[in-house]
Structures are given as structure tokens and as C-alpha cells.
């Protein structure tokens, strides 16, 4: 089992910044490959990015795509996502995942609020 947990949401204007973080705990953080996913009020969760175990490889929505990075501390078992020139549209419950065997995403943490103003 591992335990995510989210943290960095928050109230920003449109061209801003926020940084994400997902603390894991529990299973070992370094062999799990990671993702973050959002979810707006009235849509289905939508996938933002991913990235590999090693952290070499990261894969990103087109929505996304120039704006937001995607990073892994394994030393300190979190993962992250900068979010660059937010848009309003952005706004969304944030959450961390974890796919352990490469089949789901099994772990996920409780989410945290992005809200972006206009």
C-alpha cells in the first residue's frame, strides 16, 4: 500500500504559478510510476501527466503541454507539479497517483483545490 497525500492548491490569478507536491508514504515511492489528474466541477477526471519511476521519461496532456512539468523527488518520496501561465481552466481537484505494475492506477491521494481567476 502507499499513501499519497497532495498539498500546494490554492487561489491564483490567471498567468500565475502553483507548485504541487504529493507525499508518499508506505510502499517504496522510487518503483512506482506516477501521475497527476484533475477533475473540474461537472466533467469526468482528466489525466495531466506522468512519469516513470526513474523520473526520465514524463508524458503530459496537450492542454497542458509548455505549461506544467512534472517531477519526482525519490529521495524524499514526493512528486510534484509546477504549473506555469495558468488559465482559468485549470481549475480543477488535483490528484496524485500511483500505478504500481503498469496496469492502473491503484494509489491516489484526496485531492487538492486549484482555483485560477480571471
Known amino acids: 500500500q502507499v499513501q499519497l497525500v497532495e498539498s500546494g492548491g490554492g487561489l491564483v490569478q490567471a498567468g500565475g504559478s502553483l507548485r504541487l507536491s504529493c507525499a508518499a508514504s508506505?510502499?517504496?515511492?522510487?518503483?512506482?510510476?506516477m501521475g497527476w489528474f484533475r477533475q473540474a466541477p461537472g466533467k469526468e477526471r482528466e489525466f495531466v501527466a506522468s512519469?516513470?519511476?526513474?523520473?526520465?521519461?514524463?508524458y503530459y496532456a496537450d492542454s497542458v503541454k509548455g505549461r506544467f512539468t512534472i517531477s519526482r523527488d525519490n529521495a524524499k518520496n514526493t512528486l510534484y507539479l509546477q504549473m506555469n501561465s495558468l488559465k482559468p481552466e485549470d481549475t480543477a481537484v488535483y490528484y496524485c497517483?500511483?500505478?504500481?505494475?503498469?496496469?492502473?492506477?491503484?494509489?491516489w491521494g484526496q485531492g487538492t483545490q486549484v482555483t485560477v481567476s480571471s
Open positions: 512519469i516513470t519511476a526513474s523520473g526520465i521519461t514524463r
Open positions: 497517483a500511483g500505478d504500481p505494475t503498469g496496469g492502473a492506477y491503484n494509489y
Open positions: 508506505g510502499r517504496t515511492f522510487s518503483n512506482i510510476f
